[in-house]
């Protein structure tokens, strides 16, 4: 790509112009705290989306996630794949409760089904969460930025770009709440998917790798170095597949479920039925990632190993020194793709910005020094935290990452937010699906499951490595993905002892999914008996490919029949029935997308063994 010229800057700085415009436009319909922290509940689900996706597909999908796919591979596709199920529990498990308790914050849940002090807890650590998200993307952007204008008119240095990017997403977000942040992130997920098609496009059709079929084949002759492969050995020290469906899936449940950055669009939606159908759409926008971005990092490591160059290339800087070579000049496609690559920095930043500040304002300064703060404090209050975060983001971010880090930033994220997660998808999984859980072991599960992270990451990587048993199944080091399922384990085994051993409160017992969906015991029961034969098939559909990797594609195809099948099957029954059976009526319910978009999945999961 080398020098932007006219066009590409011309094309950078409209589409920057019009992204800000539309979010300052935003901002004058902002007239309450309720329009400000949930855009007044009045988000359609084409909004929801949109901003779910643009909020979750930053530049470290765009920019990182490329990278691992050069380094390590399809293998991170997990982190897209397995996001599905937590997204569906989202939807239909976690979702209503939200709605029917009509809560602003996930903290505020907290304190309904728990306590207060749970509640605070799960705020400070989500703050600190979002410090770090954004500490990743001002890093990602910012090189990446350095990267592709240097030589031309916009070049900067790093520590510039960081603070540009902080003042360009401040400058709409501070004024014009959730509703700014959805209208802006769902121009920028168009722009985003259109910049990564670009890029895919512009890879495939360089000789070096030879379009899908040649890198295929080029796969193929590295049959035991694969880089296509879905499933690593689970000692592998960045991919395992064991921890990818045990820690990473938990953690996904964490991000999706009790997320606030990424729930708090759908609590701003309409109807509880819009944000299902949001949150089902934004999931299939979501599987194009691993062959938009993932693939294409593949597809770079052929490239820069056809060109000779490939030991020179760090992951994180695979991107930019890809698009130096591959991009044509005169077509403005390098202000499109570096429009692409902006967008996604500012959806992540601007939606943990305005969470972050809802969550101090509504949980600190509101319940603990301002109880009677009327709407136009809370929204000033509100903005000064905005601010505050981005300074503390960007001097963090300057301080710890240089221009010149040499790992990959999406795993190093991944690792750093998994000590502060486990308790909190233990205690909201428990509170959604049991009664019998207390206000003091949420509070307490939350508060030790750090701890148990750290002693357990210790434990294993000073003493118990030396174990041949476990050294053959986690290998030298014990990858955070395995860390958080030990952690997560320990963790509930807490929560239900100290739970036997203090105080319950009935009242605060029934607010479950169980209770508030109106579900029976038994309900319950089918249901748990329905998921593991449902487990239970997909594993036996895998050992079967495994054992005949030549048919693997007619197993994939099983896979997706068989889930469907069960799907289509639950819908007909809750219609009454084949004798009231109308094929219009499935196509109306959302359900159904749910299970095309399960049925997708299985049958990915299967098609890239």
């Known amino acids: 790509m080398g020098v932007f010229d006219t066009y590409d800057i011309t094309v950078f700085l409209v589409t920057l112009g019009a992204t800000l415009f539309i979010g300052f436009l935003a901002s004058k319909t902002e007239n309450t705290s309720s329009d400000f922290f949930l855009g007044g509940k009045t988000l359609r689900w084409w909004a929801i989306a949109g901003s779910v996706f643009g909020t979750n597909v930053s530049a470290t999908?765009?920019?990182?996630?490329?990278?691992?796919?050069?380094?390590?591979?399809?293998?991170q596709s997990h982190y897209e794949?397995?996001?599905?199920?937590?997204?569906?529990?989202?939807?239909?498990?976690?979702?209503?409760?939200?709605?029917?308790?009509?809560?602003?914050?996930?903290?505020?849940?907290?304190?309904?089904?728990?306590?207060?002090?749970?509640?605070?807890?799960?705020?400070?650590?989500?703050?600190?969460?979002?410090?770090?998200?954004?500490?990743?993307?001002?890093?990602?952007?910012?090189?990446?930025?350095?990267?592709?204008?240097?030589?031309?008119?916009?070049?900067?240095?790093?520590?510039?770009?960081?603070?540009?990017?902080?003042?360009?997403?401040?400058?709409?977000?501070?004024?014009?709440?959730?509703?700014?942040?959805?209208?802006?992130?769902?121009?920028?997920?168009?722009?985003?998917?259109?910049?990564?098609?670009?890029?895919?496009?512009?890879?495939?059709?360089?000789?070096?790798?030879?379009?899908?079929?040649?890198?295929?084949?080029?796969?193929?002759?590295?049959?035991?170095?694969?880089?296509?492969?879905?499933?690593?050995?689970?000692?592998?020290?960045?991919?395992?597949?064991?921890?990818?469906?045990?820690?990473?899936?938990?953690?996904?449940?964490?991000?999706?479920?009790?997320?606030?950055?990424?729930?708090?669009?759908?609590?701003?939606?309409?109807?509880?039925?819009?944000?299902?159908?949001?949150?089902?759409?934004?999931?299939?926008?979501?599987?194009?990632?691993?062959?938009?971005?993932?693939?294409?990092?593949?597809?770079?490591?052929?490239?820069?190993?056809g060109r000779g160059i490939d030991a020179e290339i760090v992951p994180d800087s695979a991107l930019p020194e890809l698009l130096k070579i591959i991009v044509p000049k005169g077509f403005g496609l390098s202000g499109i793709i570096a429009s692409a690559i902006l967008g996604a920095i500012l959806s992540s930043l601007d939606s943990m910005m305005n969470s972050g500040a809802t969550l101090f304002t509504l949980d600190i300064y509101k319940k603990y020094i301002n109880q009677n703060a009327n709407d136009k404090q809370?929204?000033?209050?509100?903005?000064?935290?905005?601010?505050?975060?981005?300074?503390?983001?960007?001097?963090?971010?300057?301080?710890?990452?240089?221009?010149?880090?040499?790992?990959?930033?999406?795993?190093?994220?991944?690792?750093?937010?998994?000590?502060?997660?486990?308790?909190?998808?233990?205690?909201?999984?428990?509170?959604?699906?049991?009664?019998?859980?207390?206000?003091?072991?949420?509070?307490?599960?939350?508060?030790?499951?750090?701890?148990?992270?750290?002693?357990?990451?210790?434990?294993?990587?000073?003493?118990?490595?030396?174990?041949?048993?476990?050294?053959?199944?986690?290998?030298?080091?014990?990858?955070?993905?395995?860390?958080?399922?030990?952690?997560v384990g320990l963790t509930y085994i807490l929560l239900f002892i100290i739970s036997r051993f203090s105080e319950q409160n009935p009242e605060k017992e029934a607010l479950n999914w169980i209770d508030i969906s109106g579900h029976s015991k038994t309900d319950i029961t089918i249901l748990g008996i329905k998921i593991f034969i449902f487990v239970l098939f997909q594993v036996l559909f895998i050992y079967l490919a495994i054992q005949n990797l030549e048919q693997k594609h007619w197993f994939s195809l099983i896979a997706f029949l068989f889930t469907m099948g069960l799907f289509i099957y639950n819908l007909i029954r809750k219609m009454g029935g084949l004798q009231n059976f109308q094929v219009s009526q499935i196509f109306r319910d959302d359900r159904f997308y749910a299970g095309l978009l399960a049925s997708i999945t299985a049958s990915m999961l299967l098609f890239f063994l």
């Open 61 to 75: 999908h765009i920019v990182g996630m490329l990278g691992v796919g050069y380094s390590i591979g399809f293998a």
């Open 81 to 305: 794949f397995g996001a599905i199920p937590a997204l569906l529990l989202l939807a239909y498990i976690f979702l209503p409760v939200y709605h029917k308790l009509g809560v602003t914050t996930l903290s505020e849940y907290l304190e309904i089904r728990y306590d207060e002090k749970s509640r605070l807890l799960y705020s400070i650590i989500l703050i600190l969460l979002i410090i770090l998200q954004m500490m990743a993307s001002f890093y990602i952007g910012s090189r990446s930025m350095l990267l592709l204008f240097k030589g031309t008119k916009l070049e900067i240095s790093y520590e510039l770009g960081i603070l540009v990017l902080g003042i360009i997403t401040t400058g709409y977000t501070l004024f014009g709440g959730l509703k700014a942040v959805v209208w802006t992130d769902v121009i920028q997920s168009v722009i985003i998917l259109i910049g990564s098609f670009v890029i895919c496009y512009l890879t495939f059709i360089q000789p070096e790798v030879g379009g899908w079929e040649g890198l295929i084949e080029k796969e193929s002759l590295i049959e035991h170095n694969s880089k296509m492969r879905l499933y690593l050995p689970s000692d592998h020290p960045d991919l395992p597949l064991s921890g990818a469906f045990s820690g990473l899936i938990l953690l996904h449940f964490f991000y999706w479920g009790t997320n606030q950055y990424l729930v708090q669009r759908a609590l701003g939606a309409v109807s509880e039925r819009e944000a299902r159908i949001g949150i089902i759409s934004a999931s299939f926008l979501k599987l194009f990632i691993p062959f938009l971005s993932i693939t294409t990092g593949v597809a770079a490591y052929h490239f820069f190993k």
């Open 378 to 487: 809370l929204v000033r209050v509100s903005q000064i935290v905005m601010i505050l975060i981005v300074i503390i983001s960007m001097i963090s971010t300057m301080f710890f990452f240089g221009v010149n880090y040499k790992g990959s930033f999406v795993l190093k994220v991944s690792a750093l937010s998994s000590y502060l997660t486990p308790g909190i998808v233990v205690v909201f999984l428990a509170g959604m699906l049991s009664r019998r859980v207390s206000p003091s072991a949420a509070f307490f599960s939350i508060l030790i499951a750090p701890i148990f992270g750290f002693f357990t990451e210790y434990f294993y990587n000073h003493y118990l490595f030396q174990v041949s048993l476990l050294h053959n199944i986690f290998g030298d080091k014990l990858n955070f993905m395995y860390r958080v399922s030990f952690s």
